[in-house]
């Protein structure tokens, strides 16, 4: 089924939902309520632990993560250190409650680090946490893989990797400041699969300046050829006031929001016809993929990672800026590297805003993130005259419908899902460009 194109559902930009409430609403909730948060934790609750690396040995001019240059080995030298010093801290807290099932390395670059510091990094986590079974997952940067860090991947057991792909079309990569040719990323892949990595994902974007459908053609022909396991295809946000690098990229170049649909619609037409599954609204993954396997049986979920098959009810954010996620909080560490080693190093837990969730909100989390993964959610408790009026543009045009108490988004929807999901987030209101394009 084609998409058609409504402009006037997609004229308000909205978040990604990985949260619900998002960062947006994040107040002054932190290291008390963490501490809090941390002690109540069960002692057979899944816990996944996430841990970010905020360096890059190049930085790109699209992107919008929390990272900085890792060109003086003492800086990093001394996040690591207090990223040691914060290990402990949480594990303390712990007390030896809960259960680490997954270990996520996260940033910016994690091989922005030496292999053996991630080594020694990971040797800590798994230590403290009693996690030697928990799964690994890791984001890499291709362009900076070399030997030595595949034999620390392969010595780590990680079952499942990310790479920053983003387009294998060599002007196109020029204008976004990140050159890698294609032969880098087939043989990145060849090694990752000699390493025993059993599930790769490729991060791929439309939208990016001087793209085209040739273009994004030519990149998912040669992906398809690659055959990772998962692909994420993201649509730029480029917001120059909110993070400066992309001040670099030439605005003319960008697609406008017509042209964005329409790489949307095929990318999706693609992939799907290449044998993927669609999982949500922006990602794909082979049938017996991990979380094609959980969208199937509905038990998909959406956390700070993207979509995910971890049902764990606890994720713990380490390192500067990384969020954490309980049953009734959500907080986030100090942004500022400065003052997350001072914290960490000084005894202190380094979460610095957050939000408590209330029984509102765990309703109304579960409708978004039901229809973004599944589209489809019980929300008759929801129907009033207000959300009847405020659905009713996109009902009106067959992308969802009420099926009794279920509301479901029709397959020509999908590219909507965001600003459906929208519609129950009480936060949202008409504002200015805090968020990125809904496709």
Not at 148 to 158: D, G, L, Q
Not at 179 to 204: G, H, K, P, Y
Request: hydrophobic share 45%; with cysteine; charged share 20%.
């Amino acid at each position: 089924m084609s998409w058609t194109f409504h402009p006037e559902l997609l004229a308000r930009p909205v978040p990604r939902y990985t949260s619900y409430p998002t960062a947006a609403e994040f107040g002054d909730v932190g290291a008390e309520a963490m501490a809090a948060a941390l002690a109540a934790v069960a002692d057979d609750a899944g816990v996944s632990l996430y841990l970010h690396i905020p360096y890059c040995h190049e930085i790109c001019w699209y992107c919008g993560c929390n990272t900085g240059a890792a060109t003086r080995t003492q800086r990093v030298g001394a996040y690591l250190d207090a990223l040691h010093a914060e290990i402990d801290l949480v594990a303390a807290a712990l007390g030896g409650r809960g259960r680490a099932r997954r270990i996520a390395f996260g940033g910016g670059s994690p091989n922005a680090l030496s292999p053996a510091q991630f080594g020694t990094l990971l040797a800590h986590v798994r230590s403290a946490f009693g996690a030697e079974a928990a799964s690994i997952s890791i984001e890499l940067d291709p362009r900076t893989l070399e030997e030595p860090w595949y034999e620390a991947i392969a010595e780590a057991r990680v079952e499942r990797a990310s790479l920053g792909v983003q387009t294998l079309d060599p002007q196109v990569q020029a204008a976004i400041g990140r050159i890698q040719d294609e032969v880098l990323i087939r043989r990145t892949v060849a090694a990752l699969r000699n390493a025993d990595v059993a599930s790769i994902n490729f991060d791929l974007m439309y939208g990016l300046p001087g793209q085209g459908l040739g273009e994004l053609e030519a990149t998912l022909d040669a992906t398809a050829e690659m055959a990772p396991e998962r692909i994420a295809l993201f649509g730029y946000a480029h917001v120059p006031h909110m993070i400066p690098r992309q001040r670099r990229i030439d605005a003319a170049l960008l697609p406008d929001v017509a042209a964005r649909f329409g790489q949307a619609e095929f990318g999706h037409r693609f992939l799907t016809r290449a044998g993927y599954d669609p999982i949500g609204f922006d990602h794909f993954a082979r049938p017996g993929d991990a979380i094609a396997v959980a969208a199937r049986e509905k038990r998909l979920h959406r956390n700070f990672q993207g979509f995910t098959d971890d049902g764990s009810q606890v994720l713990i954010g380490l390192g500067a800026t990384a969020i954490s996620q309980f049953p009734g909080l959500i907080v986030q560490n100090e942004k500022n590297s400065g003052r997350y080693r001072m914290l960490a190093t000084s005894g202190r837990l380094t979460a610095s805003r957050g939000i408590v969730r209330t029984c509102d909100d765990h309703r109304r989390g579960k409708i978004v993130e039901s229809l973004l993964c599944h589209g489809e959610a019980h929300a008759g408790g929801h129907r009033d005259a207000d959300l009847t009026e405020r659905l009713a543009p996109f009902e009106a045009l067959g992308l969802l419908a009420w099926d009794g108490p279920m509301l479901r988004i029709a397959e020509a929807g999908r590219p909507y899902a965001r600003a459906i999901a929208s519609v129950f987030d009480v936060y949202r209101q008409p504002e200015g460009r805090r968020f990125s394009n809904a496709i």
